[in-house]
């Protein structure tokens, strides 16, 4: 019997301790200012030109409060790939306009409805959606020796779809130990016709962010 009673107390007790360890790193997750710095991968296809993989990096910052926060990121990709663009004024039909770098600026909800303890600190899976606005640095229209001169409204065309605007979705897990965190996202950008490159853009990212202190007055509370 006493054997029993003294199982019980340490199962109870190590449960104690694990639920103040899970909650203090809560704590240290919840009402705070994050900043971060992140590396990744965009992958997109074009037309004529199949699937492009490009190296990028950013700057992200995440306000968290208990279930749920505001994210808001920068990010840059430096390429220069060729695509086809559809101009009925030109004899076959398209024309090469070869873009350079890829810039965006991202605004989102994010929610993370629990927190996991591990043996490496407190795993966060979150994920939401946003608003993003993308533009290429620079994209100029190649001529050839088929295609005639392209006109003024073609020019037009190039200049209107260099950027576009569009509805994100966000995914990712951050492992958190004290105020350091590591994290993975994954972002999808859907696929336009008024954007130069046409197909779902897919932007994978690995990262550090760093617990600056909290992002709330101690002495509201937290809402």
Do not use: C
Request: proline share 2%; net charge positive; no cysteine.
């Amino acid at each position: 019997m006493q054997k029993i009673k003294a199982l019980v107390v340490g199962i109870a007790a190590t449960v104690t301790i694990a639920g103040s360890a899970g909650a203090q790193e809560a704590r240290l997750f919840e009402n705070s200012w994050f900043w971060g710095v992140k590396s990744g991968f965009n992958t997109f296809s074009t037309a004529g030109r199949g699937s492009s993989t490009t190296a990028g990096f950013g700057l992200d910052w995440f306000i968290t409060r208990s279930k749920g926060g505001l994210y808001v990121s920068y990010d840059q990709a430096g390429f220069e790939r060729d695509v086809q663009v559809f101009d009925f004024a030109s004899e076959t039909g398209e024309r090469t306009v070869r873009v350079n770098d890829l810039r965006r600026i991202t605004v989102a909800a994010l929610a993370y409805p629990r927190h996991f303890g591990t043996r490496f600190g407190t795993l966060t899976p979150y994920g939401g959606i946003g608003y993003s606005i993308s533009a290429f640095g620079d994209a100029r229209i190649l001529r050839d020796s088929v295609n005639s001169a392209p006109n003024e409204a073609f020019f037009f065309k190039v200049d209107d779809r260099r950027s576009r605007g569009a509805v994100v979705a966000m995914g990712g897990l951050q492992m958190q130990r004290g105020r350091v965190a590591l994290f993975a996202q994954e972002t999808l950008l859907p696929s336009s016709s008024e954007f130069l490159v046409r197909s779902v853009i897919s932007l994978f990212e690995l990262g550090v962010r760093y617990n600056f202190g909290s992002s709330i007055d101690r002495g509201t509370g937290s809402r």
